[in-house]
C-alpha cells in the first residue's frame, strides 16, 4: 500500500487534465480547491480500469474532497454552509499551499 | 432490407444529422472551443444548464432485467466491469447514448466487448439480431 500523499485537513486543487474519451472526475469540480476530508482504499485508477487493466493497471490511493457549493457554482443560491463530496485519485490532486 | 424499410431508416438518420451541418460535416479546422465542446466526456453531465424534467417512475421490463443479468454474468466472468461498460457507452457517441434506452446502451457495449474480445463475431451477433426481428415482426 503506498502511503497516501494527502492528508485529511489538507486543501487540494482538482487538476484540469485532458479527458479525451473518458473520466469519472467531474467537471463541475476540475481547477476547483476542496478539502480532503476521507481516505479510500487504494485501487485501480479508472483511467486503467476502464481498458479493462483491472491486473496490470496503476493502483492509486483515492480521497474524499468536500467543496463549499459556493466554491462550484458561481451563482450558488443556497446555504454558503452547504458542500458537497465527492472522490478522486491521487493523480488528480495537487497540493494548494495555506 | 425493403425498399419501404430503407426509406423510413433513411428518413429517421436524416432527422438525427446536426441542425448546423456543414459546420459539422468534417471540417479540415476547427477552433479550440468547438475541439473543447466536442471532447467533452459524454457522461460528465453534472453542472450543465439544462430545462427541467418531468418525474415519472416505471417499472423494469423483462428485457431491461435480462439484460441487467446478463451484463453482470459477463462481469462475473470476468469480460469486463462497470467501468469498462462506462466507457463503451461514452463510446457510443452522442447519437446513440442519448437515442438508446438507458439499457440499450449496457447491451450495445456488451456486445462490443464482446466482438472485440472474439468471443462473437459481427455477422453472427447480425444474424442473430435479424432472426429475431423475422420472427418478431412475423407476430
Redesign the interface.
Known amino acids: 500500500m503506498a502511503t497516501p500523499k494527502f492528508q485529511v485537513g489538507d486543501k487540494v486543487r482538482i487538476k484540469d487534465r485532458?479527458?479525451?474519451?473518458?473520466?469519472?472526475t467531474?467537471?463541475?469540480i476540475r481547477k476547483r480547491v476542496g478539502t480532503v476530508v476521507e481516505h479510500r482504499p487504494e485501487w485501480v485508477i479508472?483511467e486503467d480500469?476502464?481498458?479493462?487493466r483491472?491486473e496490470t493497471g496503476r493502483k492509486e490511493p483515492f480521497y474524499v474532497i468536500r467543496f463549499k457549493q459556493t466554491d462550484?457554482?458561481p451563482d450558488y443560491t443556497g446555504f454558503a454552509q452547504d458542500t458537497l463530496e465527492s472522490e478522486a485519485s491521487e493523480s488528480w490532486l495537487e497540493s494548494v499551499k495555506g | 432490407m425493403s425498399k419501404i424499410r430503407y426509406e423510413s431508416v433513411m428518413t429517421a438518420d436524416r432527422n438525427l444529422n446536426p441542425t448546423e451541418h456543414e459546420e459539422y460535416d468534417s471540417p479540415y479546422t476547427i477552433p479550440n472551443d468547438r475541439y473543447a465542446a466536442l471532447?467533452?466526456?459524454l457522461h460528465?453531465v453534472?453542472?450543465e444548464p439544462d430545462f427541467p424534467q418531468a418525474l415519472y417512475t416505471k417499472s423494469e421490463e423483462e428485457w431491461e432485467m435480462n439484460t441487467y443479468v446478463t451484463c453482470e454474468c459477463l462481469g462475473w466472468r470476468g469480460a469486463?466491469?462497470s467501468?469498462?461498460r462506462?466507457?463503451l457507452e461514452?463510446?457510443l457517441g452522442k447519437t446513440q447514448y442519448y437515442g438508446f434506452p438507458y439499457y440499450g446502451r449496457w447491451i450495445t457495449g456488451a456486445a462490443r466487448v464482446l466482438v472485440d474480445k472474439g468471443l462473437i463475431t459481427t455477422d453472427e451477433l447480425g444474424d442473430k439480431i435479424d432472426e429475431i426481428r423475422a420472427r418478431l415482426e412475423k407476430k
Not at chain 1, 480500469?49 to 479493462?52: F, H, I, R
Open positions: 485532458t479527458t479525451l474519451f473518458h473520466t469519472r467531474q467537471k463541475y479508472p480500469e476502464a481498458w479493462d483491472m462550484l457554482w | 471532447t467533452t466526456v460528465d453534472g453542472g469486463w466491469n467501468e469498462m462506462r466507457r461514452n463510446d
